[in-house]
């Protein structure tokens, strides 16, 4: 099975999302969202908290599984995702689009240079 | 110990699935999603590859008495053709495992164990037999049976379209297998095989049981056009209805358990003679210090096998089965709760992960079935 890799972003080894653009966007990549299944319980901090890089943030639950997210940056959230309250499916049905989770403010750049380009989190998954 | 696969191991990987050790088994959990598998039983009709589940029969002279003496409920009552859920016991009444018993139309019983526990199933009725100097044969053909379960408002229609004959006891009143009996089980050919086709099943939903020789699996399963549903979907809909799942519901290592506790009390018959009879019995006499029940979580979160259950903020229990229930899109879960908090109703908490989520006592099922 092959899994969409959009290659405008970057990777954490968790399978977590970041665009480089500010604010960064996070979500879960298409290989985690298939192995989750269908997710029906996302847990995510509130705007103005601050997440640290490689550290937990949230959870998301699907039917079967439960899963930590962590920060691809550290940064402030500056959004949230409200839809996931009511439409957790959205990160199934398109987690590089409507089912993205939060953005913030970096706060190191730095910790971009961290993470996995598509190329390479494409060779992890496959 | 090695992992055993189910025979349509290969069909089913090419079919896409997901696989999960299950048992000792490594077993189909998913092949769309849990959501659509579990939608496709409760509207129409799903099958579900349960050849994890352990075949030991039992005969000779004494067979029936050897059923009598291991399992809780009366095995006399059973005429041929008939099927009956009980409970293996220890001396103390302790939950070894769950089982349905089938007084097959040769006379013969085969009952049907949990994933892994065959063998020791096998092994404590070869030990009580010689102990007890009865006359039966103990054959594990866990090695020899696919096991198929078609459930849901349509499995029936399928049923009737895949089974080309049925053999006795049925054909005595009816050559349809629409007659079937709850819990009854008749020789039926699917695919042109000799199966074994019972109107039982563990998700609250109509349907059958099929056995069929290993070497005919892949055929009898092509024979029912349904929805393949894997052990994912099979969680989501037991819970709904409350059932016990073996190992995580009652455990006589992790969580030892009587029937009267687990809510199974009535496959438990006093009057008949079986391992750990007294013990129950003088449990009944004093009633139970705690029972199986549900919960429904009031607030956002999903309540997980051991989370902590709390009653004005003190821990009271814990959770033993936990999901998002797909048909009411509410977090439910079922554990075991101090008798006096076990009331529909009652206010608790459950711990998700440090924060504590109001629940409320809701007895199974949660669905109207």
Known sequence: ?126 | MATRRPPLYPVHEDRGAGFTDFGGWEMPVEFDSIRAEHAAVREAAGIFDVSHMGEIRVDGPDAETLMQRLTTNDVSSLGPGGAQYGCITDEDGVIHDDTMTYALPDGSYLFVPNAGHDEEAEQHWVDYRDETDLDARVTNETEDWAMFAVQGPEAMDLTVDAVESVGAPLAEESDDIADLGRFSITEATVAGADCLVARTGYTGEDGVEVLCPVDDAEAVWAAFDCQPCGLGARDTLRMEMGFLLSGQDFDPEENPRTPFEAGIGFAVDLDTEFVGRDALAAQQEVGVEEQFTGLVLQERGIARHGYEITHDGEPVGEVTSGTMSPTLNEAIALGYLPTELADDGTEVGVVVRGDEKRATVTTPPFIDK
Do not use: C
């Not at chain 1, 879960?28 to 705007?47: K, R």
């Not at chain 1, 309250?85 to 970096?106: A, K, M, S, T």
């Open chain 1, 1 to 126: 099975m092959s899994f969409d890799v959009p290659d405008d972003r970057k990777y954490l080894a968790s399978h977590e999302w970041a665009t480089t653009d500010e604010p960064t966007r996070v979500g879960i990549s298409d290989f985690a969202q298939d192995e989750l299944g269908d997710v029906v319980f996302v847990e995510l901090p509130d705007e103005g908290d601050t997440i640290t890089h490689d550290e937990a943030f949230g959870v998301v639950e699907s039917i079967k599984a439960v899963s930590d997210l962590y920060a691809p940056v550290s940064g402030e959230v500056v959004a949230v995702n409200e839809k996931l309250r009511d439409q957790p499916e959205l990160v199934n049905e398109d987690p590089y689009g409507d089912g993205w989770l939060l953005e913030i403010e970096p706060s190191d750049e730095s910790e971009f240079e961290d993470l996995m380009d598509a190329d390479e989190y494409g060779e992890q998954i496959a």
